[in-house]
Protein backbone atom coordinates (compact mmCIF):
# COMPACT_ATOMS: atom_id res chain seq x y z
CA UNK A 1 0.00 0.00 0.00
CA UNK A 2 0.77 3.63 0.08
CA UNK A 3 1.97 3.14 3.29
CA UNK A 4 4.84 1.87 2.08
CA UNK A 5 5.43 5.06 -0.35
CA UNK A 6 5.44 7.79 2.19
CA UNK A 7 7.39 6.25 4.88
CA UNK A 8 10.20 5.67 1.69
CA UNK A 9 9.26 9.10 0.58
CA UNK A 10 9.73 10.55 4.42
CA UNK A 11 12.47 8.49 5.75
CA UNK A 12 15.06 9.70 3.15
CA UNK A 13 14.82 13.25 5.45
CA UNK A 14 14.61 11.51 9.01
CA UNK A 15 18.00 11.76 10.52
CA UNK A 16 18.66 7.83 12.16
CA UNK A 17 18.02 8.30 15.72
CA UNK A 18 21.91 8.01 17.00
CA UNK A 19 22.73 4.59 19.03
CA UNK A 20 22.82 6.32 22.76
CA UNK A 21 19.83 7.67 22.72
CA UNK A 22 18.32 4.78 23.04
CA UNK A 23 16.14 4.27 25.57
CA UNK A 24 14.36 8.16 25.60
CA UNK A 25 11.60 9.10 27.66
CA UNK A 26 9.38 9.80 23.67
CA UNK A 27 10.34 5.62 23.71
CA UNK A 28 7.74 4.80 26.19
CA UNK A 29 5.02 7.50 24.71
CA UNK A 30 3.22 4.97 22.29
CA UNK A 31 2.99 1.84 25.18
CA UNK A 32 1.35 4.07 27.47
CA UNK A 33 -0.42 6.24 25.44
CA UNK A 34 -2.19 2.13 24.29
CA UNK A 35 -2.76 1.22 28.10
CA UNK A 36 -4.25 4.84 28.57
CA UNK A 37 -7.05 4.12 25.83
CA UNK A 38 -7.42 0.55 26.71
CA UNK A 39 -7.60 1.61 30.71
CA UNK A 40 -10.78 4.27 29.40
CA UNK A 41 -12.45 2.00 27.59
CA UNK A 42 -12.50 -1.17 29.93
CA UNK A 43 -13.66 2.03 32.58
CA UNK A 44 -16.44 2.78 30.21
CA UNK A 45 -17.16 -0.60 29.32
CA UNK A 46 -17.68 -1.33 32.76
CA UNK A 47 -20.03 1.58 33.76
CA UNK A 48 -22.83 0.50 31.32
CA UNK A 49 -25.19 -2.28 31.26
CA UNK A 50 -24.73 -4.50 28.48
CA UNK A 51 -27.48 -6.34 27.17
CA UNK A 52 -27.35 -9.79 26.03
CA UNK A 53 -26.13 -9.57 22.81
CA UNK A 54 -23.21 -7.59 23.46
CA UNK A 55 -22.74 -9.69 26.95
CA UNK A 56 -21.44 -12.47 23.76
CA UNK A 57 -19.25 -10.72 22.83
CA UNK A 58 -17.77 -8.16 24.96
CA UNK A 59 -16.26 -11.10 27.77
CA UNK A 60 -12.59 -12.07 27.77
CA UNK A 61 -13.00 -15.70 26.29
CA UNK A 62 -14.49 -14.42 22.72
CA UNK A 63 -11.99 -11.18 22.41
CA UNK A 64 -8.79 -13.47 23.55
CA UNK A 65 -9.81 -15.87 21.02
CA UNK A 66 -10.41 -12.99 18.26
CA UNK A 67 -7.14 -11.19 19.36
CA UNK A 68 -5.29 -14.39 18.97
CA UNK A 69 -6.79 -15.14 15.34
CA UNK A 70 -5.59 -11.41 14.39
CA UNK A 71 -2.45 -11.72 15.76
CA UNK A 72 -2.08 -15.12 13.96
CA UNK A 73 -2.61 -14.07 10.82
CA UNK A 74 -0.61 -10.93 11.21
CA UNK A 75 2.50 -12.58 12.09
CA UNK A 76 2.01 -15.61 9.97
CA UNK A 77 1.78 -13.50 6.79
CA UNK A 78 4.64 -11.30 7.88
CA UNK A 79 7.09 -14.30 8.55
CA UNK A 80 5.88 -15.75 5.47
CA UNK A 81 6.43 -12.50 3.39
CA UNK A 82 10.02 -12.23 4.93
CA UNK A 83 11.28 -15.55 4.21
CA UNK A 84 9.67 -15.50 0.15
CA UNK A 85 10.52 -11.53 -0.41
CA UNK A 86 14.06 -11.08 1.05
CA UNK A 87 15.62 -13.69 -1.10
CA UNK A 88 13.79 -13.38 -4.14
CA UNK A 89 15.18 -9.51 -3.77
CA UNK A 90 18.84 -10.62 -3.02
CA UNK A 91 18.29 -13.29 -6.06
CA UNK A 92 16.97 -11.05 -8.25
CA UNK A 93 19.95 -7.98 -7.67
CA UNK A 94 22.24 -10.02 -8.77
CA UNK A 95 20.69 -10.19 -12.21
CA UNK A 96 22.22 -7.20 -14.25
CA UNK A 97 19.14 -7.39 -16.32
CA UNK A 98 17.74 -3.99 -15.80
CA UNK A 99 14.62 -5.11 -17.68
CA UNK A 100 13.59 -7.41 -14.45
CA UNK A 101 14.35 -4.85 -12.49
CA UNK A 102 11.76 -2.16 -13.52
CA UNK A 103 9.41 -4.74 -14.14
CA UNK A 104 9.44 -5.71 -10.47
CA UNK A 105 9.62 -1.87 -9.65
CA UNK A 106 6.99 -0.97 -11.73
CA UNK A 107 4.55 -3.90 -10.48
CA UNK A 108 5.07 -2.74 -6.66
CA UNK A 109 3.92 0.80 -8.10
CA UNK A 110 0.66 -0.83 -9.54
CA UNK A 111 0.28 -3.13 -6.05
CA UNK A 112 0.42 -0.15 -3.92
CA UNK A 113 -2.60 1.53 -5.94
CA UNK A 114 -4.54 -2.01 -5.69
CA UNK A 115 -6.87 -1.36 -2.68
CA UNK A 116 -6.60 -4.08 -0.13
CA UNK A 117 -10.28 -4.63 0.54
CA UNK A 118 -10.11 -5.26 -3.91
CA UNK A 119 -7.23 -8.06 -3.73
CA UNK A 120 -9.03 -10.11 -0.85
CA UNK A 121 -12.46 -9.94 -2.04
CA UNK A 122 -11.54 -10.86 -5.37
CA UNK A 123 -9.49 -13.61 -4.22
CA UNK A 124 -12.36 -14.67 -1.86
CA UNK A 125 -14.84 -15.11 -5.06
CA UNK A 126 -12.02 -16.86 -7.52
CA UNK A 127 -10.86 -19.07 -4.34
CA UNK A 128 -13.21 -19.31 -1.58
CA UNK A 129 -13.69 -17.54 1.51
CA UNK A 130 -11.83 -17.74 4.79
CA UNK A 131 -8.43 -18.13 6.51
CA UNK A 132 -5.82 -19.49 3.61
CA UNK A 133 -7.18 -17.25 1.48
CA UNK A 134 -6.87 -13.78 3.63
CA UNK A 135 -3.55 -15.44 4.28
CA UNK A 136 -2.14 -15.69 0.77
CA UNK A 137 -3.66 -12.42 0.07
CA UNK A 138 -1.74 -11.05 2.55
CA UNK A 139 1.01 -12.46 1.39
CA UNK A 140 0.31 -11.52 -2.21
CA UNK A 141 -0.13 -7.88 -1.24
CA UNK A 142 3.14 -7.53 0.97
CA UNK A 143 5.14 -9.16 -1.18
CA UNK A 144 5.98 -6.81 -3.89
CA UNK A 145 6.57 -3.63 -1.56
CA UNK A 146 9.35 -5.81 0.73
CA UNK A 147 10.72 -7.14 -2.46
CA UNK A 148 11.14 -3.54 -3.37
CA UNK A 149 12.50 -2.69 -0.59
CA UNK A 150 15.21 -5.38 -0.63
CA UNK A 151 16.29 -4.12 -4.58
CA UNK A 152 16.50 -0.78 -3.07
CA UNK A 153 18.02 -1.33 -0.11
CA UNK A 154 21.11 -3.20 -2.09
CA UNK A 155 20.79 -0.99 -5.32
CA UNK A 156 21.73 2.03 -3.23
CA UNK A 157 25.11 1.09 -2.13
CA UNK A 158 27.73 2.85 -2.78
CA UNK A 159 29.93 1.34 -5.70
CA UNK A 160 32.88 2.59 -4.52
CA UNK A 161 31.99 0.41 -1.20
CA UNK A 162 31.70 -2.34 -3.36
CA UNK A 163 34.99 -2.05 -5.35
CA UNK A 164 36.57 -1.83 -2.26
CA UNK A 165 35.55 -4.44 -0.85
CA UNK A 166 36.39 -6.69 -4.25
CA UNK A 167 39.98 -5.10 -4.26
CA UNK A 168 40.72 -6.58 -0.65
CA UNK A 169 40.05 -9.35 -2.54
CA UNK A 170 36.23 -10.42 -1.45
CA UNK A 171 34.54 -13.15 -3.30
CA UNK A 172 30.52 -12.03 -4.64
CA UNK A 173 29.22 -13.92 -1.80
CA UNK A 174 31.18 -12.19 1.06
CA UNK A 175 30.37 -9.21 -0.91
CA UNK A 176 27.60 -9.78 -0.20
CA UNK A 177 26.85 -11.45 3.31
CA UNK A 178 29.40 -9.21 4.64
CA UNK A 179 29.07 -6.16 2.58
CA UNK A 180 26.03 -5.59 0.69
CA UNK A 181 23.02 -7.12 3.24
CA UNK A 182 24.51 -5.68 6.43
CA UNK A 183 24.34 -2.05 4.60
CA UNK A 184 20.68 -3.07 3.15
CA UNK A 185 19.28 -4.12 6.29
CA UNK A 186 18.20 -0.38 7.06
CA UNK A 187 15.80 -0.24 4.27
CA UNK A 188 14.62 -3.92 4.21
CA UNK A 189 13.31 -3.59 7.77
CA UNK A 190 11.97 -0.36 7.02
CA UNK A 191 10.11 -2.50 4.45
CA UNK A 192 8.90 -5.33 6.31
CA UNK A 193 7.47 -2.90 9.48
CA UNK A 194 5.73 -1.37 7.20
CA UNK A 195 4.31 -4.24 5.67
CA UNK A 196 3.75 -5.47 9.37
CA UNK A 197 1.98 -2.84 10.62
CA UNK A 198 -0.27 -2.95 6.99
CA UNK A 199 -0.80 -6.48 8.11
CA UNK A 200 -2.65 -5.60 11.03
CA UNK A 201 -5.27 -3.31 9.07
CA UNK A 202 -5.63 -6.61 6.16
CA UNK A 203 -6.61 -8.24 8.88
CA UNK A 204 -9.19 -6.65 10.16
CA UNK A 205 -10.65 -6.46 6.46
CA UNK A 206 -10.12 -10.43 6.67
CA UNK A 207 -13.33 -10.59 8.69
CA UNK A 208 -15.48 -9.79 5.50
CA UNK A 209 -14.27 -13.15 3.93
CA UNK A 210 -15.08 -14.86 7.47
CA UNK A 211 -11.30 -15.35 8.10
CA UNK A 212 -12.04 -14.35 11.77
CA UNK A 213 -10.04 -11.43 13.63
CA UNK A 214 -10.88 -8.55 15.75
CA UNK A 215 -12.73 -7.33 12.27
CA UNK A 216 -15.62 -9.42 13.44
CA UNK A 217 -16.42 -7.48 16.35
CA UNK A 218 -16.35 -4.31 14.11
CA UNK A 219 -18.46 -5.96 11.43
CA UNK A 220 -20.81 -7.10 14.25
CA UNK A 221 -21.06 -3.97 16.25
CA UNK A 222 -21.95 -2.28 13.19
CA UNK A 223 -24.31 -4.59 11.72
CA UNK A 224 -26.52 -5.29 15.53
CA UNK A 225 -26.10 -1.81 15.94
CA UNK A 226 -24.12 -2.56 19.52
CA UNK A 227 -21.74 0.28 19.43
CA UNK A 228 -19.54 -0.75 22.79
CA UNK A 229 -18.94 -3.76 20.61
CA UNK A 230 -17.78 -1.75 17.68
CA UNK A 231 -15.76 0.64 19.51
CA UNK A 232 -14.11 -2.07 21.59
CA UNK A 233 -13.34 -3.69 18.55
CA UNK A 234 -11.64 -0.30 16.35
CA UNK A 235 -9.72 0.38 19.89
CA UNK A 236 -8.34 -3.10 20.08
CA UNK A 237 -7.31 -3.33 16.91
CA UNK A 238 -6.10 0.26 16.40
CA UNK A 239 -3.88 -0.49 19.74
CA UNK A 240 -2.31 -3.98 18.09
CA UNK A 241 -1.35 -1.78 15.41
CA UNK A 242 0.60 0.58 17.05
CA UNK A 243 2.09 -1.94 19.66
CA UNK A 244 3.25 -3.63 16.46
CA UNK A 245 4.56 -0.85 14.96
CA UNK A 246 6.12 0.31 18.13
CA UNK A 247 8.36 -3.29 18.85
CA UNK A 248 9.04 -3.53 15.32
CA UNK A 249 10.47 0.10 15.61
CA UNK A 250 12.80 -1.70 18.83
CA UNK A 251 13.79 -4.24 16.67
CA UNK A 252 14.58 -1.90 13.82
CA UNK A 253 17.24 0.35 16.41
CA UNK A 254 18.25 -2.91 17.86
CA UNK A 255 18.68 -4.61 14.50
CA UNK A 256 20.41 -1.98 12.59
CA UNK A 257 24.26 -2.69 12.17
CA UNK A 258 26.63 -0.94 13.99
CA UNK A 259 28.14 2.32 12.35
CA UNK A 260 24.67 3.40 10.21
CA UNK B 1 -15.17 -20.39 -7.68
CA UNK B 2 -16.72 -18.47 -10.57
CA UNK B 3 -14.40 -18.42 -13.78
CA UNK B 4 -13.55 -15.60 -15.48
CA UNK B 5 -15.11 -14.77 -18.71
CA UNK B 6 -13.89 -11.50 -20.52
CA UNK B 7 -16.85 -10.69 -23.09
CA UNK B 8 -19.15 -11.38 -19.99
CA UNK B 9 -17.01 -8.59 -18.43
CA UNK B 10 -17.50 -6.17 -21.38
CA UNK B 11 -21.04 -6.76 -21.68
CA UNK B 12 -21.02 -6.05 -17.94
CA UNK B 13 -19.37 -2.22 -18.29
CA UNK B 14 -21.49 -2.05 -21.25
CA UNK B 15 -24.62 -2.43 -19.51
CA UNK B 16 -23.43 -0.51 -16.10
CA UNK B 17 -21.47 2.50 -17.55
CA UNK B 18 -23.51 4.94 -16.28
CA UNK B 19 -23.37 3.24 -12.71
CA UNK B 20 -19.44 3.04 -13.13
CA UNK B 21 -19.18 6.55 -14.03
CA UNK B 22 -21.22 7.70 -11.33
CA UNK B 23 -18.86 5.55 -9.11
CA UNK B 24 -15.87 7.23 -10.42
CA UNK B 25 -16.87 10.76 -10.22
CA UNK B 26 -18.02 9.76 -6.31
CA UNK B 27 -15.12 8.42 -5.63
CA UNK B 28 -12.81 11.66 -6.82
CA UNK B 29 -15.21 13.96 -5.37
CA UNK B 30 -14.69 12.51 -1.87
CA UNK B 31 -10.70 12.18 -2.26
CA UNK B 32 -10.45 15.52 -3.52
CA UNK B 33 -12.76 17.06 -1.08
CA UNK B 34 -10.99 15.20 1.76
CA UNK B 35 -7.44 16.79 0.34
CA UNK B 36 -8.68 20.19 0.15
CA UNK B 37 -9.51 20.24 3.94
CA UNK B 38 -6.47 18.21 4.53
CA UNK B 39 -4.47 20.55 3.20
CA UNK B 40 -5.83 23.72 4.59
CA UNK B 41 -5.24 22.15 7.95
CA UNK B 42 -2.56 20.11 7.08
CA UNK B 43 -0.13 23.54 5.18
CA UNK B 44 -1.88 25.57 8.25
CA UNK B 45 -0.62 23.26 11.04
CA UNK B 46 3.09 22.87 9.42
CA UNK B 47 3.10 26.60 9.01
CA UNK B 48 2.53 26.87 12.63
CA UNK B 49 4.98 24.87 14.38
CA UNK B 50 7.88 24.50 11.62
CA UNK B 51 9.90 26.83 13.68
CA UNK B 52 8.40 25.34 17.30
CA UNK B 53 10.63 21.77 18.21
CA UNK B 54 8.36 20.50 20.96
CA UNK B 55 4.60 21.36 19.04
CA UNK B 56 6.10 20.03 15.78
CA UNK B 57 7.36 16.91 17.10
CA UNK B 58 4.40 16.34 18.70
CA UNK B 59 1.63 16.82 15.78
CA UNK B 60 4.23 14.65 13.84
CA UNK B 61 3.81 12.24 16.03
CA UNK B 62 0.30 12.51 16.42
CA UNK B 63 -0.02 12.58 12.64
CA UNK B 64 2.25 9.06 12.33
CA UNK B 65 0.14 7.36 15.03
CA UNK B 66 -3.24 8.23 13.01
CA UNK B 67 -1.86 6.65 10.05
CA UNK B 68 -1.28 3.34 12.13
CA UNK B 69 -4.68 2.74 12.91
CA UNK B 70 -5.98 0.56 10.70
CA UNK B 71 -8.59 2.26 8.06
CA UNK B 72 -12.01 0.29 9.48
CA UNK B 73 -11.18 0.83 13.16
CA UNK B 74 -10.94 4.38 12.60
CA UNK B 75 -14.34 4.43 10.23
CA UNK B 76 -16.09 2.60 13.13
CA UNK B 77 -14.80 4.69 15.53
CA UNK B 78 -16.29 7.44 13.60
CA UNK B 79 -19.79 6.12 13.38
CA UNK B 80 -21.40 6.66 16.60
CA UNK B 81 -20.87 10.75 16.51
CA UNK B 82 -21.18 10.93 12.43
CA UNK B 83 -23.34 8.35 11.27
CA UNK B 84 -22.78 6.28 8.05
CA UNK B 85 -22.33 8.11 4.67
CA UNK B 86 -20.35 11.05 3.63
CA UNK B 87 -19.14 12.25 6.71
CA UNK B 88 -17.11 9.62 8.76
CA UNK B 89 -15.26 8.87 5.30
CA UNK B 90 -14.12 12.17 4.68
CA UNK B 91 -13.20 12.48 8.11
CA UNK B 92 -11.34 9.76 7.88
CA UNK B 93 -9.33 10.47 4.78
CA UNK B 94 -8.48 13.80 6.26
CA UNK B 95 -6.91 12.10 9.04
CA UNK B 96 -4.54 9.88 7.28
CA UNK B 97 -4.05 12.77 4.76
CA UNK B 98 -2.41 14.69 7.73
CA UNK B 99 0.49 12.78 8.35
CA UNK B 100 2.31 13.40 4.76
CA UNK B 101 1.21 16.87 4.27
CA UNK B 102 2.08 18.08 7.44
CA UNK B 103 5.23 16.43 7.45
CA UNK B 104 6.25 17.64 4.08
CA UNK B 105 5.46 21.17 4.93
CA UNK B 106 7.66 21.68 7.76
CA UNK B 107 10.41 20.00 5.85
CA UNK B 108 9.88 21.58 3.06
CA UNK B 109 9.58 25.29 5.13
CA UNK B 110 13.00 24.11 6.94
CA UNK B 111 14.84 23.63 3.77
CA UNK B 112 14.73 27.19 3.16
CA UNK B 113 18.77 27.96 2.71
CA UNK B 114 19.56 30.15 5.60
CA UNK B 115 21.24 32.40 3.31
CA UNK B 116 17.76 33.00 1.43
CA UNK B 117 16.44 33.46 4.75
CA UNK B 118 18.81 36.04 6.37
CA UNK B 119 18.55 38.08 2.48
CA UNK B 120 15.05 38.27 2.67
CA UNK B 121 15.32 39.78 6.40
CA UNK B 122 17.72 41.90 5.34
CA UNK B 123 15.34 43.26 2.83
CA UNK B 124 13.22 44.69 5.66
CA UNK B 125 10.85 41.37 5.49
CA UNK B 126 8.65 40.76 8.72
CA UNK B 127 8.71 37.00 9.73
CA UNK B 128 5.07 36.48 8.17
CA UNK B 129 5.99 37.73 4.96
CA UNK B 130 9.35 36.17 4.81
CA UNK B 131 6.72 32.66 5.42
CA UNK B 132 4.37 33.48 2.81
CA UNK B 133 6.44 35.06 -0.02
CA UNK B 134 9.57 33.15 0.20
CA UNK B 135 9.15 30.11 2.06
CA UNK B 136 6.10 28.96 1.17
CA UNK B 137 6.82 29.21 -2.86
CA UNK B 138 9.95 27.22 -1.79
CA UNK B 139 8.41 24.56 -0.07
CA UNK B 140 6.00 24.07 -2.30
CA UNK B 141 6.92 21.35 -4.52
CA UNK B 142 8.09 19.28 -1.20
CA UNK B 143 4.55 19.73 0.21
CA UNK B 144 2.68 18.71 -3.44
CA UNK B 145 4.85 15.88 -3.33
CA UNK B 146 3.27 15.24 0.39
CA UNK B 147 -0.31 15.84 -1.40
CA UNK B 148 0.61 13.09 -3.64
CA UNK B 149 1.30 10.87 -1.20
CA UNK B 150 -2.19 11.42 0.88
CA UNK B 151 -3.84 11.17 -2.64
CA UNK B 152 -2.29 7.86 -3.70
CA UNK B 153 -3.62 6.79 0.29
CA UNK B 154 -7.04 7.74 0.20
CA UNK B 155 -7.90 6.53 -3.01
CA UNK B 156 -7.30 3.03 -1.82
CA UNK B 157 -8.58 3.61 1.73
CA UNK B 158 -12.01 5.46 0.01
CA UNK B 159 -12.64 1.85 -1.02
CA UNK B 160 -12.94 0.60 2.43
CA UNK B 161 -15.49 3.63 3.25
CA UNK B 162 -18.11 1.73 0.99
CA UNK B 163 -18.49 -0.55 3.73
CA UNK B 164 -19.98 2.41 6.08
CA UNK B 165 -21.93 2.89 3.35
CA UNK B 166 -19.25 6.08 1.91
CA UNK B 167 -19.07 6.82 -1.44
CA UNK B 168 -17.06 5.41 -4.39
CA UNK B 169 -16.19 2.44 -6.49
CA UNK B 170 -15.55 0.61 -3.04
CA UNK B 171 -19.11 0.11 -3.57
CA UNK B 172 -19.02 -2.51 -6.69
CA UNK B 173 -16.07 -4.50 -4.77
CA UNK B 174 -18.68 -4.91 -1.44
CA UNK B 175 -21.20 -5.79 -4.18
CA UNK B 176 -19.60 -8.31 -5.45
CA UNK B 177 -18.94 -9.72 -1.96
CA UNK B 178 -21.92 -9.91 -1.09
CA UNK B 179 -23.12 -11.62 -4.38
CA UNK B 180 -20.59 -14.32 -3.95
CA UNK B 181 -21.51 -17.39 -6.22
CA UNK B 182 -23.85 -15.28 -8.81
CA UNK B 183 -22.75 -14.55 -12.31
CA UNK B 184 -21.57 -10.98 -11.56
CA UNK B 185 -20.09 -11.47 -8.56
CA UNK B 186 -16.38 -11.62 -10.03
CA UNK B 187 -17.34 -8.75 -12.72
CA UNK B 188 -18.38 -6.59 -9.66
CA UNK B 189 -15.32 -6.64 -7.85
CA UNK B 190 -13.16 -6.83 -10.74
CA UNK B 191 -14.71 -3.57 -12.08
CA UNK B 192 -14.32 -2.03 -8.45
CA UNK B 193 -10.64 -2.97 -7.75
CA UNK B 194 -9.75 -1.97 -11.59
CA UNK B 195 -11.29 0.96 -11.16
CA UNK B 196 -9.37 2.10 -8.09
CA UNK B 197 -6.23 1.36 -9.66
CA UNK B 198 -5.92 3.30 -12.89
CA UNK B 199 -7.75 6.29 -10.92
CA UNK B 200 -5.03 6.45 -8.53
CA UNK B 201 -2.52 6.21 -11.61
CA UNK B 202 -4.79 8.87 -13.45
CA UNK B 203 -4.51 10.83 -9.98
CA UNK B 204 -0.51 10.04 -9.65
CA UNK B 205 -0.30 11.61 -12.99
CA UNK B 206 -2.17 14.93 -12.63
CA UNK B 207 -0.33 15.57 -9.19
CA UNK B 208 2.99 15.65 -11.71
CA UNK B 209 1.13 18.02 -14.24
CA UNK B 210 0.28 19.95 -10.96
CA UNK B 211 3.57 20.13 -9.19
CA UNK B 212 5.48 21.55 -12.79
CA UNK B 213 2.69 24.03 -13.63
CA UNK B 214 2.05 25.56 -10.00
CA UNK B 215 5.73 25.58 -8.88
CA UNK B 216 7.21 29.17 -8.94
CA UNK B 217 8.68 29.45 -12.02
CA UNK B 218 12.65 30.32 -11.06
CA UNK B 219 12.43 27.00 -9.18
CA UNK B 220 11.64 24.71 -12.37
CA UNK B 221 14.52 23.11 -13.51
Known amino acids: MTLDATRQMLAIRQPPSPRHAFFTRTRFVTPLVVVLVLGLTLLWLSSLNLDSIEQRTLNLDYIVARTREHLGLTVVASALVAVLAIPTGVALSRTKSRVVRAIVLGLANIGQATPAVGVIILLAIVWKTGYTTALVALVVYSFLPVLRNTLVGLQQIDESVRESAKGMGMT ?67 SIALLIDWIAGIAEDLLRPRGI | MTEFDFTGLLTFWARRWDDILGLVVEHVTVVAVALVIAMAIG ?8 NR ?16 VPSLALLAILIPPFGLGWTPTVIALVVYSLLPIV ?8 EVPPAIMESAKGMGMSPVKVLFSIQLPMAWPVILTGVRVAAQLTVGIAAIAAYVAGPGLGAFIFKGLSSLGSKNALNFALTGTLGV ?12 AITRSTTSRGLRA
Open chain 1, 172 to 238: RNQVLLRIELPLAVPVILAGLRTSLVFAVGVATIATFINAGGLGDMIVNGLKLQRYPVLITGAVLVA
Open chain 2, 43 to 50: VGIGMLVW
Open chain 2, 53 to 68: PIPRSVTIAAAGVALT
Open chain 2, 103 to 110: RNTVVGLR
Open chain 2, 197 to 208: VILALLIDAIFV
